[in-house]
């Protein structure tokens, strides 16, 4: 699980944030399971 707080919305500090989960998470491309990706606040 992760969080982040931002002044703005950025695709680049998406993909920081996912990046940051998955590396404390030990997340790697050979998961045999997919990540679900869950946001609230609507369509962001």
């Given amino acids: 699980m992760a969080w982040?707080?931002?002044?703005?919305?950025?695709?680049q500090i998406a993909a920081d944030l996912v990046s940051r989960?998955?590396?404390?998470e030990r997340i790697n491309k050979s998961?045999?399971?997919p990540l679900i990706?869950?946001?609230?606040?609507?369509n962001a």
């Avoid at 982040?4 to 695709?11: C, G, I, K, L, N």
């Avoid at 989960?21 to 404390?24: D, F, I, Q, T, V």
Wanted: overall charge negative; proline content about 5%; charged content about 40%.
């Fill in 4 to 11: 982040d707080v931002a002044e703005r919305e950025d695709a």
């Fill in 21 to 24: 989960a998955c590396l404390r």
């Fill in 37 to 42: 990706l869950h946001a609230d606040n609507g």
């Fill in 31 to 33: 998961r045999p399971q």
